[in-house]
T-cell receptor, first 112, second 117 residues
Framework: GNSVTQMEGPVTLSEEAFLTINCTYT??????LFWYVQYPGEGLQLLLK?????DKGSNKGFEATYRKETTSFHLEKGSVQVSDSAVYFC???????????FGQGTELSVKP | EAGVAQSPRYKIIEKRQSVAFWCNPI?????LYWYQQILGQGPKLLIQ????????DSQLPKDRFSAERLKGVDSTLKIQPAKLEDSAVYLC???????????????FGQGTRLTVV
């Protein structure tokens, strides 16, 4: 079946550190891949997406590249800020308008 | 632009009681989703509507959960009777298939946190 696996948290970093959150997926066909972010007290927000192999999604300094050969979509940021503290969810979708299948989420805490 | 509205934000009930959650999607969005997010897990789809028809309810526990979307706009999710394991955040999301920049993108509400004691 279709599934998403993320690295376990919590992840604690100092401000300006480099961030990687690993995400791998299992799916038939060619899914679209997403990263969602949930800030404290807020709803889920789309952070970035990629719809085909080798696409790179980027937003707010975050990047992720769709790697079909390794079935991965790792999230990276070169220099994190305290305001990046949130829970990050990797997700896949088999077809447009279809359901999202989420990983378990990774909590990121950035210290000043 | 108004986002997805949900109410209530919080609800505490005793087991075996019933509860209902309400969702108002973004205006014009034909697709509406209800997700269940148990603490420490990612959201899991309960039911998906296209206008007022059900597209996917394969993971909805139909012996206790029900949902409707009358007139293809607002939606209500009900649990009757509730169990302890139903404690979770219930998220509503909506999307449009219109040829816009946000085609197919799911927009989420803030959710309803349910605690069953």
């Amino acid at each position: 079946g279709n599934s998403v696996t993320q690295m376990e948290g919590p992840v604690t970093l100092s401000e300006e550190a480099f961030l990687t959150i690993n995400c791998t997926y299992t799916a038939t066909g060619y899914p679209s891949l997403f990263w969602y972010v949930q800030y404290p007290g807020e709803g889920l927000q789309l952070l970035l997406k990629a719809t085909k192999a080798d696409d790179k999604g980027s937003n707010k300094g975050f990047e992720a590249t769709y790697r079909k050969e390794t079935t991965s979509f790792h999230l990276e940021k070169g220099s994190v800020q305290v305001s990046d503290s949130a829970v990050y969810f990797c997700a896949l979708r088999r077809n447009q308008g279809g359901k999202l299948i989420f990983g378990q989420g990774t909590e990121l805490s950035v210290k000043p | 632009e108004a986002g997805v509205a949900q109410s209530p934000r919080y609800k505490i009930i005793e087991k075996r009681q019933s509860v209902a959650f309400w969702c108002n999607p973004i205006s014009g969005h034909a697709t509406l989703y209800w997700y269940q997010q148990i603490l420490g897990q990612g959201p899991k789809l309960l039911i998906q509507f296209q206008n007022n028809g059900v597209v996917d309810d394969s993971q909805l526990p139909k012996d206790r959960f029900s949902a409707e979307r009358l007139k293809g706009v607002d939606s209500t999710l009900k649990i009757q009777p509730a169990k302890l394991e139903d404690s979770a955040v219930y998220l509503c999301a909506s999307s449009t298939a219109d040829q816009t920049r946000d085609r197919g993108r799911a927009f989420f509400g803030q959710g309803t946190r349910l605690t069953v004691v």
